[in-house]
């Protein structure tokens, strides 16, 4: 069985452009969630979906995010523009409904210039 | 709102030494506990969990007990290997539900030498 994929591996890319970071869950599993580690610092939780509904977006830092999840598949993280903060390590994980264990993919190392 | 705290690190340990990082949290009610654990170029993996009060989680040599009494965590290894060396993760997660964020504490780098 696939794990939970991300892509890119990682991302370099200027202030003021845009990076959208890609993940596909497990096959199955209705909640998907996007978190971030800034530099040396904790895992932070960014928003969750169930399906392709978003059911807690508390953790979103500002609206230059968006993150959507078409189908309930896949989900899509848009960063636009992107500022020096953004910089990190961005983590997915997924879940299945009634069970309260999370699968995490490699993560996305997005660098920006 | 909920936090975890870990100790720092790094923690440099010669093989077969006896392993205690530990992890305390703030929370309401009573939290679901994990240990997650990154090796170099991977993803996060769940290590072990602990859902209630007392409950030990073991997993590869590994345990943490559930304490309620002194809201702790602590993760420990009777004999590290050099093949133990990752960061490791405490994390909670809110009890009001079974889809729930997780909570992380800042991570522990543990680094295991011959």
């Known amino acids: 069985e696939a794990g939970v994929t991300q892509f890119p591996s990682h991302s370099v890319i200027e202030k003021g452009q845009t990076v959208t970071l890609r993940c596909d869950p497990i096959?199955?599993?209705?909640?998907l969630y996007w978190y971030r580690r800034v530099m040396g610092k904790e895992i932070k939780f960014l928003l969750h979906?169930?399906?392709?509904?978003?059911?807690?977006e508390s953790g979103m830092p500002n609206n230059r995010f968006l993150a959507e999840r078409t189908g309930g598949t896949y989900s899509t993280l848009k960063v636009q523009p992107a500022e020096l903060e953004d910089s990190g390590v961005y983590f997915c994980?997924?879940?299945?409904?009634?069970?309260?264990?999370?699968?995490f993919g490699p993560g996305t190392r997005l660098t920006v210039l | 709102g909920d936090s975890v705290t870990q100790m720092e690190g790094p923690v440099t340990l010669s093989e077969e030494a006896f392993l205690t990082i530990n992890c305390t949290y703030t929370?309401?009610?009573?939290?679901?506990l994990f240990w997650y654990v990154q090796y170099p170029g991977e993803g996060l993996q769940l290590l072990l969990k602990?859902?209630?009060?007392?409950d030990k989680g073991s997993n590869k040599g590994f345990e943490a007990t559930y304490r309620k009494e002194t809201t702790s965590f602590h993760l420990e290894k009777g004999s590290v290997q050099v093949s133990d060396s990752a960061v490791y993760f405490c994390?909670?997660?809110?009890?009001?539900?079974?889809?729930?964020?997780?909570?992380f504490g800042t991570g522990t780098r543990l680094q295991v030498t011959l």
């Open positions: 994980a997924s879940s299945q409904s009634g069970i309260n264990e999370q699968f």
């Open positions: 096959s199955g599993h209705d909640n």
């Open positions: 979906f169930v399906k392709e509904s978003k059911q807690d």
């Open positions: 929370a309401t009610g009573y939290p679901s």
């Open positions: 602990a859902t209630k009060a007392d």
């Open positions: 994390a909670l997660s809110d009890p009001t539900g079974t889809a729930s964020k997780l909570t």
